[in-house]
């Protein structure tokens, strides 16, 4: 574990902004609340934040990516993989978590480079959670920590960050702050510790579960139709949920003509399961038509489904969907803390 | 901040490489099957084979319009550098690849997905129901299995269509029907006077009692409209052939074909099933606890 002061550290951003060859981005304050966001200024960053509007997975999946370019004219088309090299700093452990998940999505089977290139061209500084959000669960989904994920990882323990350092594309971004890096100390290993303790306190939300039991009570409670018809009554079907997800990927692809219609491109973007046309077919039918069954898919998507194929719960606790959802009926904790108390 | 997005943009080289990338291919043949349905003969520019098994299925591209998934409805054991995609205009892109003439061309990406187990199916009775446009996939397995006449045993084939207009791959059923090798029945749930009519006039389903079905060696293979499954399975189940020797191939809305981009989930209590990978050819008894799949 290494350690630099705080005003050294704002030293290092600024001139990384400054001089190196990637964009820098950061989460920084907006319309109250937080996002990651370009940096123009160490100052604009706040490691400090609960939360953020969305999830970093759109730097490696943006909400709209070419994946063709097409001359319609010529009846040309060139594949294309557009890429910003970027060093992202402050993602919370959660977050680093779902990247990791998300990974493995793109990198199963047929491996996916427009997504893996974005990944394997950043860098993740991840930050410890000082301040958590309203909605947060991290700490029973055990990810409110993190032991991997990210290639350097900083904790706040007062007048600077300790440093620990996750693979060489970090230990290659830390040699770009020369000397300011000290060695760890005693002291400084026992404020981390401290830092951690007090994090455990911090959670505000009410789990009775245990991430590992929720495979199990989903299978149990697939088959309870009025369970989801009764939790998704005032659902909207907006797919805020899908969105704000940090382990949601589905998408849709469409092209796009320009304006002169020979050219255009043929771009991926975000899609969610929750939206009313997501499993329709060619001739109207519809394999999700009701509310209640897609409202269940999203929940057996997160708790279920992806640890049968990838052995991961899904669901990070990050509380966003829980935080945006107009009509507030997505938070996590009370469909699966109904699921634990049995409710039918 | 967006200009210095595009300073810092770069373009990954050799992108081609992108499970997304399509490959040219040509249209080279045509025919009108039915008032909204084609058959299109195509041939990859690259002059390679498709090499596709009976049941898999392609994304068919038209830039600027967009992609479909379409059964390939040829045998590899035929047109060996050409394929055929039965496709019924109900979409964007099908629509417009049936404004397409020959000598167009075309995207494909594929082959995806699991087809038929035409070597489990070696040695045994093979019973096709086919509703509607569902011919087309079945048609590929069809022609292999009378391509390898000796590697199989009986062939029954039931084929029913809306009307009799809409029966498609005419010369081939007419071929079928003669052969003496192929049990071959027809129905069409409407037959409008004056149109002449030799087949059974009634649901699908009323074809299958009356197949020989010997409950050990039998596999019934079904394709059709998700209304048709529900009503063959239960005539199936009459007949008592074991779930195991039922095979089913599903329409979904897969729209990356690798299993990605969740579109074609099908859901059931334990888990969930991609018909771009899993499928679209499913074994019964493997899909029958999916509250979604049939």
Same mark, same amino acid.
């Given at each position: 574990?290494?350690?630099? =002061?705080?005003?050294?550290?704002?030293?290092?951003?600024?001139?990384?902004?400054?001089?190196?060859?990637?964009?820098?981005?950061?989460?920084?304050?907006?319309?109250?609340?937080?996002? &990651?966001?370009?940096?123009?200024?160490?100052?604009?960053? !706040?490691?400090?934040?609960?939360?953020?509007?969305?999830?970093?997975?759109?730097?490696?999946?943006?909400?709209?990516?070419?994946?063709?370019?097409?001359?319609?004219?010529?009846?040309?088309?060139?594949?294309?993989?557009?890429? %910003?090299?970027?060093?992202?700093?402050?993602?919370?452990?959660?977050?680093? %978590?779902?990247?990791?998940?998300?990974?493995?999505? &793109?990198?199963?089977?047929?491996?996916?480079?427009?997504?893996?290139?974005?990944?394997?061209?950043?860098?993740?500084?991840?930050?410890?959670?000082?301040?958590?959000?309203?909605?947060?669960?991290?700490?029973?989904?055990?990810?409110?920590?993190?032991?991997?994920?990210?290639?350097?990882?900083?904790?706040?323990?007062?007048?600077?960050?300790?440093?620990?350092?996750?693979?060489?594309?970090?230990?290659?971004?830390?040699?770009?702050?020369?000397?300011?890096?000290?060695?760890?100390?005693?002291?400084?290993?026992?404020?981390?510790?401290?830092?951690?303790?007090?994090?455990?306190?911090?959670? $505000?939300?009410?789990?009775?579960?245990?991430?590992?039991?929720?495979?199990?009570?989903?299978?149990?409670?697939?088959?309870?139709?009025? &369970?989801?018809?009764?939790?998704?009554?005032?659902?909207?079907?907006?797919?805020?949920?899908?969105?704000?997800?940090?382990?949601?990927?589905?998408?849709?692809?469409?092209?796009?003509?320009?304006?002169?219609? #020979?050219?255009?491109?043929?771009?991926?973007?975000?899609?969610?399961?929750?939206?009313?046309?997501?499993?329709?077919?060619?001739?109207?039918?519809?394999? !999700?038509?009701?509310?209640?069954?897609?409202?269940?898919?999203?929940?057996?998507?997160?708790?279920?489904?992806?640890?049968?194929?990838?052995?991961?719960?899904?669901? %990070?606790?990050?509380?966003?969907?829980?935080?945006?959802?107009?009509?507030?009926?997505?938070?996590?904790?009370?469909?699966?803390?109904?699921?634990?108390?049995?409710?039918? | 901040?967006?200009?210095?997005?595009?300073?810092?943009?770069?373009?990954?080289?050799?992108?081609?490489?992108?499970?997304?990338?399509?490959?040219?291919? !040509?249209?080279?043949?045509?025919?009108?099957?039915?008032?909204?349905?084609?058959?299109?003969?195509?041939?990859?520019? #690259?002059?390679?084979?498709?090499?596709?098994?009976?049941?898999?299925?392609?994304?068919?591209?038209?830039?600027?319009?967009?992609?479909?998934?379409?059964?390939?409805?040829?045998?590899?054991? !035929?047109?060996?550098?050409?394929?055929?995609? /039965?496709?019924?205009?109900?979409?964007?892109?099908?629509?417009?690849?049936?404004?397409?003439?020959?000598? =167009?061309?075309?995207?494909?990406?594929?082959? &995806?997905?699991?087809?038929?187990?035409?070597?489990?199916?070696?040695?045994?009775?093979?019973?096709?129901?086919?509703?509607?446009?569902?011919?087309?996939?079945? $048609?590929?397995?069809?022609?292999?299995?009378?391509?390898?006449?000796?590697?199989?045993?009986?062939?029954?084939?039931?084929?029913?269509?809306? $009307?009799?207009?809409?029966?498609?791959?005419?010369?081939? %059923?007419? *071929?079928?029907?003669?052969?003496?090798?192929?049990?071959?029945?027809?129905?069409?749930?409407?037959?409008?006077?004056?149109?002449?009519?030799?087949?059974?006039?009634?649901?699908?389903?009323?074809?299958?009692?009356?197949?020989?079905?010997?409950?050990?060696?039998?596999?019934?293979?079904?394709?059709?409209?998700?209304?048709?499954?529900?009503?063959?399975?239960?005539?199936?189940?009459?007949?008592? +052939?074991?779930?195991?020797?039922?095979?089913?191939? +599903?329409?979904?809305?897969?729209?990356?074909?690798?299993?990605? /981009?969740? *579109? /074609?989930?099908?859901?059931?209590?334990?888990?969930?099933?991609?018909?771009?990978?899993?499928?679209?050819?499913?074994?019964?008894?493997?899909?029958?606890?999916?509250?979604?799949?049939?």
């Amino acid at each position: 574990m290494k350690v630099i =002061d705080k005003s050294d550290f704002d030293v290092f951003v600024d001139n990384l902004i400054a001089n190196d060859d990637r964009e820098v981005v950061g989460v920084q304050e907006k319309d109250s609340k937080f996002a &990651f966001e370009t940096l123009q200024s160490a100052d604009d960053l !706040r490691l400090d934040y609960d939360v953020t509007i969305l999830p970093p997975k759109k730097y490696f999946m943006p909400q709209r990516e070419t994946l063709i370019e097409y001359n319609l004219d010529e009846g040309e088309t060139t594949p294309v993989n557009r890429v %910003v090299p970027r060093i992202i700093l402050g993602i919370h452990p959660y977050d680093l %978590v779902a990247i990791e998940q998300m990974d493995k999505v &793109f990198e199963d089977t047929h491996e996916d480079p427009h997504y893996l290139e974005k990944r394997r061209k950043s860098v993740l500084v991840g930050v410890n959670m000082e301040n958590v959000s309203d909605k947060s669960f991290a700490k029973t989904m055990g990810t409110a920590t993190t032991d991997s994920g990210y290639d350097i990882m900083l904790t706040d323990i007062g007048d600077m960050y300790t440093i620990e350092v996750g693979s060489s594309k970090g230990s290659a971004l830390l040699d770009k702050a020369g000397s300011a890096i000290d060695d760890v100390g005693p002291e400084e290993i026992k404020k981390v510790k401290q830092f951690k303790e007090e994090l455990s306190e911090k959670f $505000r939300t009410d789990p009775k579960f245990d991430p590992f039991e929720l495979p199990s009570l989903l299978k149990e409670y697939y088959g309870k139709d009025q &369970f989801w018809e009764k939790n998704s009554e005032d659902c909207l079907s907006c797919g805020t949920c899908n969105l704000v997800c940090p382990t949601c990927y589905c998408f849709d692809v469409q092209d796009i003509n320009d304006i002169s219609l #020979s050219e255009g491109e043929r771009m991926r973007t975000w899609d969610g399961c929750m939206l009313e046309a997501f499993a329709e077919v060619a001739g109207d039918e519809n394999f !999700r038509e009701e509310k209640a069954a897609r409202y269940r898919h999203r929940y057996m998507r997160k708790g279920r489904y992806m640890y049968n194929r990838f052995g991961d719960i899904a669901c %990070v606790g990050c509380g966003r969907c829980s935080e945006q959802c107009l009509p507030d009926i997505a938070d996590p904790v009370d469909i699966f803390n109904q699921m634990k108390e049995g409710t039918s | 901040m967006k200009e210095s997005n595009l300073t810092k943009e770069e373009n990954v080289e050799n992108p081609g490489t992108s499970p997304y990338s399509t490959q040219k291919a !040509r249209i080279i043949g045509e025919r009108q099957m039915t008032t909204d349905s084609k058959l299109f003969t195509l041939e990859l520019q #690259s002059g390679e084979r498709l090499n596709h098994d009976p049941g898999q299925f392609v994304e068919l591209s038209i830039p600027g319009v967009g992609e479909a998934p379409i059964s390939v409805t040829s045998s590899p054991t !035929r047109r060996l550098d050409s394929f055929e995609l /039965c496709v019924r205009a109900v979409g964007n892109v099908t629509n417009t690849l049936h404004e397409m003439n020959v000598g =167009d061309s075309v995207g494909i990406r594929g082959p &995806f997905g699991t087809g038929f187990p035409v070597e489990e199916f070696q040695g045994n009775d093979l019973l096709f129901i086919a509703g509607g446009l569902g011919i087309a996939p079945l $048609r590929s397995l069809i022609n292999y299995t009378l391509d390898r006449r000796d590697e199989y045993n009986d062939l029954n084939i039931l084929y029913g269509c809306k $009307r009799p207009c809409e029966q498609m791959f005419e010369d081939e %059923v007419d *071929h079928w029907a003669r052969r003496q090798d192929i049990y071959h029945e027809a129905t069409v749930d409407f037959c409008p006077d004056k149109v002449c009519w030799d087949g059974n006039i009634g649901v699908i389903t009323e074809l299958i009692p009356g197949v020989d079905i010997d409950l050990d060696n039998t596999y019934a293979i079904v394709c059709g409209p998700p209304v048709m499954y529900r009503f063959v399975l239960e005539e199936l189940d009459e007949k008592e +052939l074991p779930h195991e020797q039922i095979y089913l191939s +599903l329409e979904r809305r897969m729209k990356c074909g690798i299993g990605k /981009c969740g *579109h /074609c989930q099908i859901n059931g209590a334990e888990e969930v099933l991609y018909a771009c990978q899993d499928g679209p050819v499913f074994n019964y008894e493997r899909v029958e606890g999916f509250e979604e799949a049939i």
